[in-house]
């Protein structure tokens, strides 16, 4: 298995772009969490789906940002305008069964907004 | 809510040193640990695990003690090599909001590994 995969690896972008970060998670894994990670806050998840439904999202920073799941093996995690506060590593996870198992973490998207 | 926090940000050891990276946590209720390592430019990734009703569990050079009484929980690795030198999460399991469930990752501990 390739693990999950996200695409860009890197992205730069200027304030008030929209920017669209994809993930594909590991074949057969029910679960999928978006997380930000920065030096100031660490790691934060931010939503997670079950079966392409999102669960919970309330670590969304704001309206700016969305995501999707249209199917098993494809996700969206959206900002829209984006900011130089978005600047971060987003990493997608999956996940066999929610919480309390193992979490596999694609590379990240390292995002940069001038 | 649950928070994670560890006890020093950064560590630094001699190449066959035993390392041991801590971890506390706030919720009594939490009752799945992990750790992660995370290397340069990469995710974390999974190294080993334990759960409530276990206080120790070894891996491959690795240990994980948890102790419920202090909520504390800590990474043991033996005859710590250079590869060894990444960021370390510890991350507890936590359910909140009755609408979903999260791991809480604590902020990482840097350890590097000199020759």
């Known amino acids: 298995d390739a693990g999950v995969i996200q695409s860009p690896r890197h992205e730069v972008t200027e304030m008030g772009q929209e920017v669209t970060l994809r993930c594909k998670p590991i074949?057969?894994?029910?679960?999928l969490f978006w997380y930000r990670q920065t030096m100031m806050r660490g790691l934060e998840l931010l939503i997670y789906?079950?079966?392409?439904?999102?669960?919970?999202d309330s670590g969304m920073p704001e309206d700016r940002f969305s995501a999707k799941m249209p199917n098993a093996s494809f996700s969206t995690l959206k900002i829209q305008p984006s900011e130089p506060r978005d600047s971060a590593v987003y990493f997608c996870?999956?996940?066999?069964?929610?919480?309390?198992?193992?979490?596999?973490f694609g590379p990240g998207t390292r995002l940069t907004v001038t | 809510g649950e928070s994670v926090g560890l006890h020093l940000p950064t560590l630094s050891v001699q190449e066959g040193d035993n390392s041991i990276i801590n971890c506390a946590y706030s919720?009594?209720?939490?009752?799945?640990f992990i750790w992660y390592k995370q290397e340069s430019g990469k995710g974390p990734q999974f190294i080993i695990d334990i759960r409530s009703n276990m206080d120790k569990r070894q891996g491959q050079r690795v240990t994980v003690l948890l102790n419920k009484t202090v909520k504390h929980l800590s990474l043991q690795i033996a005859a710590t090599q250079p590869g060894d030198s990444a960021v370390y999460f510890c991350?507890?399991?936590?359910?909140?909001?009755?609408?979903?469930?999260?791991?809480?990752f604590g902020k990482g501990t840097t350890l590097s590994v000199s020759s």
């Open positions: 991350a507890v399991y936590h359910t909140h909001n009755q609408a979903g469930t999260a791991l809480i």
């Open positions: 919720n009594s209720a939490s009752d799945y």
């Open positions: 789906f079950n079966n392409n439904v999102p669960i919970d």
């Open positions: 074949s057969g894994h029910d679960y």
């Open positions: 996870a999956s996940s066999l069964i929610s919480g309390a198992y193992e979490q596999y």
